[in-house]
């Protein structure tokens, strides 16, 4: 395949009025039931996108399997695809440089919000960890372009992929093991807010921690008093932050490796936290029962609505993790509760915590409503890059 393919050559796709509307509207996604025409289009290839009458909407990548068949790139017409990749990778890692403070770990890429869609990259200190979700950026011309800019511009110990086998298969991408890329080495040390933290690369969930978090860590952190309580712990991002704070804390998973880690992660950090083990909705049930009372208490659920079906699920789920530990808190404590579900929007979510308040028979004052960190950016017009929702409220 030659590197820079002529106008002429680029296939075109027509999408419908709402498709027009949509990427007219600031959007990037145009889903398949919106495509009036894409004859052979290869799975994964640059498009020139038209209107219904032939207009130009702009260059965008093709999936031939997604139900978001196209992702705008360009509202240009784009013939050097590698060149435009390495403009965007390098805006991106310029972008974190002005604003990312107090860590060697942030995510330097995230996809559609810079621009680059399909794309995640996470740095730990000196490891680069790549997720690539669509047939465009699976390419191998693209992957090298990527990986080697990566390479070049970083000079990290080692480059990681890290893949999801569902996401594969939805794109009929050949099945590929998470695997290093460049380097050998798969672990390190990495530290955010003054915290550190142990990282292997090839375990863990998402890419091995949750930065999104970073931010939401320090300012609980600025709250937290007495002795807390961090369900969902994970590897302790939330109770190693508030460890200083507080007399004691105790951290909740229901993952042993996660424990296993977050316990290697307080040592690191001559920290005693309590880790325990358990099912978080059966443990606050008990607790609650037996009167146990605390003065921080964050709450950091997996995302209870994967699709828009699971909503009302999710929102009893929401509800009642945050009423029992309403119940639990001592008055004049802290609560920090998070959803990172897309499909709970902020509204919905402050919503829930009041009704959870109401049947507590607690006022819930709110000291911060946060989002995901900087370096995770949310684009305007493109809804589903905003996804954390972070409370801090006091409970009296
Ligand atoms: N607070 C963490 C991230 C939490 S991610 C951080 O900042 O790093 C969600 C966590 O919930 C995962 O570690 C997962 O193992 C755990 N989990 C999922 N279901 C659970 C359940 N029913 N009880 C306890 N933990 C659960």
């Known amino acids: 395949m030659p590197l820079r393919s002529p106008q002429s050559e680029v296939s075109k796709v027509k999408v419908s009025p709402r498709g027009a509307t949509r990427l007219k509207c600031g959007h990037v996604w145009v889903y398949r039931s919106d495509i009036l025409s894409a004859d052979g289009v290869q799975p994964g290839s640059l498009v020139a996108v038209t209107d219904q009458r032939g207009k130009p909407l702009g260059t965008a990548l093709y999936s031939s399997t997604s139900q978001i068949a196209i992702r705008l790139i360009s509202p240009d017409p784009i013939t050097d695809l590698p060149a435009l990749l390495r403009e965007r990778i390098e805006n991106a890692i310029n972008y974190r440089e002005s604003l990312v403070r107090e860590t060697d770990a942030y995510r330097v890429i ?187 208490v964050v709450l950091d659920p997996p995302a209870f609505a994967k699709s828009k079906r699971d909503l009302e699920a999710a929102m009893r789920g929401y509800k009642e993790l945050n009423l029992r530990a309403l119940k639990m808190l001592r008055p004049g404590g802290t609560l920090v509760t998070c959803s990172c579900s897309y499909h709970v929007n902020q509204d919905s979510f402050l919503e829930t915590l009041g009704a959870a308040s109401l049947d507590a028979r607690r006022s819930l004052r709110l000291l911060e409503v946060r989002g995901q960190a900087k370096d995770h950016p949310i684009l305007l017009n493109i809804p589903e890059t905003a996804y954390l929702k972070c409370v801090i409220a006091s409970v009296s």
């Not at 375990?203 to 930065?211: D, H, V, Y």
């Not at 970073?214 to 002795?227: D, F, H, I, L, T």
């Open 110 to 296: 995230f996809s559609e919000a810079d621009f680059l869609p399909g794309l995640i990259v996470d740095r730990y200190n000196d490891i680069l960890s790549l997720q690539i979700l669509t047939q465009a950026m699976d390419s191998t011309r693209i992957r090298e372009t990527i990986i080697s800019h990566l390479a070049q511009r970083f000079h990290p110990a080692s480059i990681i992929e890290r893949t999801d086998p569902r996401v594969r298969e939805l794109e009929t991408l050949a099945p590929r093991a998470s695997a290093l890329l460049h380097g050998d080495r798969s672990a390190t040390t990495f530290t955010m807010n003054s915290v550190r933290f142990h990282f292997d690369a090839l375990a863990g969930q998402k890419t091995g921690a949750f930065l999104d978090q970073r931010e939401n860590y320090a300012a609980a952190a600025s709250y937290a008093k007495g002795e807390a309580l961090d369900v969902f712990c994970y590897q302790g991002g939330f109770a190693l932050h508030l460890s200083p704070g507080c007399s004691q804390v105790t951290g909740v998973d229901s993952s042993r490796p996660a424990l296993e880690t977050a316990d290697q992660n307080a040592t690191l950090n001559g920290r005693e936290i309590e880790w325990i083990e358990a099912n978080a909705f059966d443990l606050l049930r008990d607790y609650a029962a037996a009167n146990r009372r605390y003065d921080t």
